[in-house]
Every structure is written in C-alpha cells, then in structure tokens.
C-alpha cells in the first residue's frame, strides 16, 4: 500500500500545481508532503511548471525565497538555545542587547517578541532611510535599534504579527550566541537536521555559492529599489539592507528541508527524538489568547484557513509573502510543504489565497488519513 499511497499522493499535487500554473497563480511551484509508515518517513514530492516564463522547468528539489518561514527556522534556533540553557526566554530584549535599550522592542521579552505580542510594528519601510551603506554592521545596528522603536497601540495580551519583531529578536540571538544568525540557524537547527544544505542565508553565502543559488532559485519580483528582478537573494527590503540575513526572512530552501523540520517538530512534540524536549514543543504551540500565533509558529485562522478544512484543528504551520507555507498536522503525523514563487513577476497576484485551501484539501484527501 506505501507505494501505492505515494504515488497517489505525489500525482495529486503535481495536478494541482499543473492546475496552479495553468490559472497563473504561479508561474511554477515545487511541494512535499511527508508522513511515518511502517518505521519508516514517506516523502511524497511534485514540481510543475517553469522559474519564469519560458524558463527552466521546476525541479522537486528547487530552491525558493522562503520568506517568513525563516521564522518558524529562528524561533526553533531559539527553543534549542533555551534547552540547552543558553537563552532565558523570559529576559528582556535590552537586557542582551544594549542597542535597543529604552525601545518598546528592548522592554519586550524574547517570548513576547517571539509570539508577535510585542506591540511592535508589523512592517517598516526602514531600508529607505539608512544612513549607512546598506549591508554594513552601521546600517545593522541603525535598523535594528530603529525597529525595536517602531510600536503601534494594541490591546495588551492581544498578537500583533511583526517582521520588526523577529528583526529585533533574530539580533538577540546573534549577539548571544556571539555569531552571525546565519551561523546561530546552522548550529541549532538545520545542520541537526542535515540540511544545512538545503535550507540557507543567501546573504551568508559565497559570492561562488550564491551565483550557483541564482542559476538554481526561483526569481521573485523587480525591485525598484534595487533596479533588477531579484534572484538568489532575498525578495524582503528590509533583510536585503541587513545584508540578506535576518530573523524575519533572508531564507532559501527545497521543499524537502522544509518538512523535514516539520517532522522534527511532530517527533519532538510526541517525545521522539532529541531535536527538542517535548514539554518545550507543547509550550511553544500552546494556543495563546489575543491571536492564532504561537512561538514561531501559527494555528488555522477562521474559514477560509490557507491550511484548507481537512487538516485537523491542532494543525501548525506557518505562511510566507513570497508564496510559501508549511502546514504540520500531529493527529495525522502529516507535514504538507508548498513553496512558489507566486510574486513574480509581480506581488500584485494574489491568486495564492484561493489556492493554498484548496492545494491542502487535495492533497490530504489524496493521503486518506
């Protein structure tokens, strides 16, 4: 039944991805879709389409912008920090990183930050009024002060979802550990996972391994503020001023390294594994009042979820801007990744809405679960 179960899992998704690009919601996308069966991980995968028009066929194992899933990667380097007792959650931003003292972001805790209960922005356009060349450690530390300072009034206890927050809280990190926050994500997560070459900063790479990302990854859109269509480097504004790494995005990734830290996360909430304690992975999902998210993650919103009607009420996940999710359900044990490029050529296409449910449904029906 495995192989069977397999393949029609994997033909389901590629007709809904040929179906995706048909309907111009992307010009190609790649998915993942990975469950336990008989002591052993099923990975079910499928690539339709092309990286732009009359470009390169979509391969299974395609790199995309990952966007904000770089969060769900940057919460995750946190929990492991705080297991190994190198993080204490509960201290105050300022309290380990000076830059921001007196801020509303330096006032906040790591698990506010972490949880988008910070009060902080949700957004800035900060990139544009940098003082400093962009990419170096003074333009660095400008817009990390400058986003801890970026508040908005919400009712207290209630989530306000933040990039400026997990900008704030990925420099804390970094200033911990006493590393680059590329290095932070590599030590924590993904090279325990073995797939530190699978999932990447772009900023952090080589100018050799970045041209190789470029030819490889799928473009986003023209920027104007770079005046080029960006490829192989990060689509945010803001993360491209810090030099292309950040605790809110900067991430590339395939889609199979992307569920494998999903599985990751389903083991360890069911005491298997040492990736992370179990009572640390029911914190961290705990639901949370004032909002859906969770610590680096999120819970099906009201109808319509993007996670779509089939995938169980204790499903987690995460969404990013550029046409990307992961969708983690622990009843079915069943990790759903998506990654597109649906904002190329333009962000202004936001078919992706309607296809998101209706890509889940399909593929959940397909596993039979």
């Known amino acids: 039944m495995g192989r069977a179960l397999k393949d029609r899992v994997q033909a389901e998704a590629k007709r809904l991805l040929e179906a995706g690009v048909a309907g111009q919601v992307f010009p190609g996308g790649a998915a993942c879709m990975a469950w336990p069966e008989g002591g052993q991980t099923v990975f079910a995968a499928a690539a339709a389409g092309r990286l732009f028009q009359g470009g390169p066929r979509v391969r299974e194992d395609t790199p995309y912008d990952l966007a904000s899933l770089t969060k769900s990667f ?110 932070v994500v590599t030590t924590f997560v993904t090279a325990p996972l073995g797939i530190d070459s699978e999932i990447v900063y772009a900023g952090a790479l080589s100018s050799e391994r970045r041209a190789e990302l470029a030819r490889k990854a799928a473009p986003t859109e023209r920027c104007d503020w770079r005046g080029r269509v960006i490829r192989g480097e990060v689509h945010d504004e803001n ?15 395939r889609a199979h390294g992307v569920a494998i830290l999903g599985l990751a996360m389903l083991d360890s909430l069911s005491g298997v594994g040492d990736f992370l304690p179990a009572q640390l992975v029911r914190h961290a999902l705990e639901t949370r009042p004032g909002g859906t998210q969770l610590f680096g993650w999120d819970r099906k919103s009201g109808e319509p979820s993007a996670a779509g009607r089939r995938l169980g009420d204790k499903t987690f996940g995460h969404l990013g801007f550029t046409g990307t999710s992961i969708w983690c359900d622990p009843d079915r044990n069943l990790v759903v990744v998506l990654l597109t490029n649906r904002v190329h050529p333009s962000r202004a296409n936001e078919k992706i809405k309607g296809f998101r449910p209706a890509f889940h449904d399909g593929v959940v029906a397909a596993q039979g679960s």
């Open 74 to 183: 940057v919460a995750m380097s946190a929990l492991r920090m705080a297991a190994e007792g190198k993080l204490d959650l509960q201290a105050r931003a300022e309290s380990l990183l000076p830059d921001v003292r007196g801020a509303p972001g330096g006032a906040a805790t790591l698990e506010q930050l972490f949880t988008h209960r910070a009060g902080l922005a949700p957004w800035g356009g900060l990139y544009l009024d940098v003082p400093h060349e962009v990419g170096s450690p003074a333009a660095r530390r400008w817009i990390v002060t400058e986003a801890a300072r970026r508040s908005e009034r919400v009712e207290e206890g209630k989530a306000l979802y933040s990039d400026l927050g997990y900008l704030v809280a990925g420099e804390v990190l970094s200033r911990v550990a006493a590393e680059p926050l590329d290095r």
């Open 239 to 253: 993360c491209a001023a810090l030099g292309g790494v950040a605790g809110h995005a900067g991430l590339f990734g």
